[in-house]
């Protein structure tokens, strides 16, 4: 049991992010621009990895649905369509909660997978990832994301070009919203690629809640995925929903 617990939070790990999505991230090679997750070349986004871990946004709670699709075609015209949805909560002290269940992105079936709850607490500088199924927690040290791990060299980005398009402002579940597009080109032989890669990324970023409510991606390697934030309330979530319930067995990570 413990193993396969230790396998479901490696494939679910790109869910355990220290803080909701922030704001979109300033373009250019090797940068990132959906602030949903990655966007590096050859990265598949699927899903709704959160940007900026460790970041704590504070007097700003809320709780929402993050949906995810993507669709991928193939060079025969099949098409493969995937879908996900996450229910995240943050409160006025910067506490989140992500509750999802397990997506294998195409390696298996999701029918059966179970669901995990990622909570992070600053406050108390604890993360907990918890199996409802099991009634268990695992309890780690919360701590602040940045800088590279050991003496690894950078890797050599591929050369692009971005631009950058305003979008204005308009409102999305109730939220105003500001939009940007970032038409990034790979130039062809950075990749392997004997034509230029073009791919769009559309973000809309609150600045009142400091996270994303709508982004689009365009990947030709890839397809299209859209992740949008749903049914959004400014509610102060319940002070429970951020930490494990009193009959949950809690052992630490390293255990």
């Known amino acids: 049991m413990k193993t396969r617990w230790i396998l479901l939070l490696a494939v679910a790990a790109s869910a355990f992010a220290q803080g909701p999505p922030g704001p979109p991230p300033p373009a250019g090679p090797g940068r990132g621009h959906m602030g949903f997750g990655r966007s590096e070349p050859g990265a598949r986004f699927v899903g709704t990895e959160a940007g900026m871990p460790g970041r704590v946004v504070k007097?700003?709670?809320?709780?929402?649905?993050?949906?995810?699709?993507?669709?991928?075609?193939?060079?025969?015209?099949?098409?493969?369509?995937?879908?996900?949805?996450?229910?995240?909560?943050?409160?006025?002290?910067?506490?989140?909660?992500?509750?999802?269940?397990v997506n294998l992105n195409g390696l298996g079936s999701n029918s059966n997978m179970p669901q995990l709850v990622f909570i992070n607490d600053p406050v108390s500088g604890m993360n907990y990832a918890l199996s409802p199924k099991d009634r268990t927690a695992t309890r780690s040290s919360w701590t602040r994301g940045g800088g590279r791990r050991g003496n690894q060299p950078p890797s050599r980005a591929p050369r692009m070009?971005?631009?950058?398009?305003?979008?204005?402002?308009?409102?999305?579940?109730?939220?105003?919203?500001?939009?940007?597009?970032?038409?990034?080109?790979?130039?062809?032989?950075?990749?392997?690629?004997?034509?230029?890669?073009?791919?769009?990324?559309?973000?809309?970023?609150?600045?009142?809640?400091?996270?994303?409510?709508?982004?689009?991606?365009?990947?030709?390697?890839?397809?299209?995925?859209?992740?949008?934030?749903?049914?959004?309330?400014?509610?102060?979530?319940?002070r429970a929903l951020f930490e494990p319930p009193a009959d949950y067995k809690v052992t630490d990570a390293r255990q």
Do not use: C
Not at 80 to 87: A, D, E, G, N
Not at 174 to 203: F, H, K, S
């Open 161 to 238: 070009n971005a631009k950058t398009e305003d979008l204005g402002r308009q409102a999305m579940e109730g939220i105003t919203v500001q939009g940007r597009r970032v038409t990034t080109t790979v130039a062809p032989g950075e990749m392997g690629n004997d034509q230029p890669i073009v791919i769009v990324n559309e973000t809309w970023f609150s600045p009142d809640l400091q996270t994303m409510v709508l982004s689009k991606r365009s990947d030709p390697r890839s397809g299209d995925t859209v992740t949008r934030m749903l049914n959004v309330s400014r509610n102060e979530p319940a």
């Open 59 to 101: 007097n700003a709670p809320y709780s929402a649905d993050l949906v995810t699709e993507s669709v991928q075609t193939l060079s025969d015209g099949n098409h493969i369509r995937q879908s996900s949805t996450v229910k995240v909560y943050r409160d006025s002290e910067g506490r989140t909660r992500r509750e999802q269940t």
